[in-house]
């Protein structure tokens, strides 16, 4: 899967991580929908962390289809609620 964190690039990341992605991303929705701006940028910082940590950065000139895109490290609760699909920000969530 080819991950676009915004600002920052492309990471291939497999598959087999979307579960232990998808546990930070409904911790993120839940914060979210509690208000929780402490929370939700802690958590959003672990979230893209953890996809820097186990993905293979792409080559700057490299063209892949983005399959997931993530919000940058400075989004806003906002801005992150604009990029929400039912599933949160990794499909496949509670």
Known sequence: MIVRIMGEGQVR??????????????????EMENGDGPGFRQTLHALLAKVR???????DDSLE???LIL???DATLDQVRDLLSDDGLIPGGT
Do not use: I, W
Request: glycine content about 4%.
């Open 71 to 73: 919000p940058p490290p």
């Open 13 to 30: 990341l497999a598959d087999s991580h979307l579960t232990e992605l998808n546990k930070l991303d409904d911790e993120l929705l839940r």
């Open 53 to 59: 940590d186990l993905g293979e950065p792409l080559p």
């Open 65 to 67: 289809p983005s399959e």
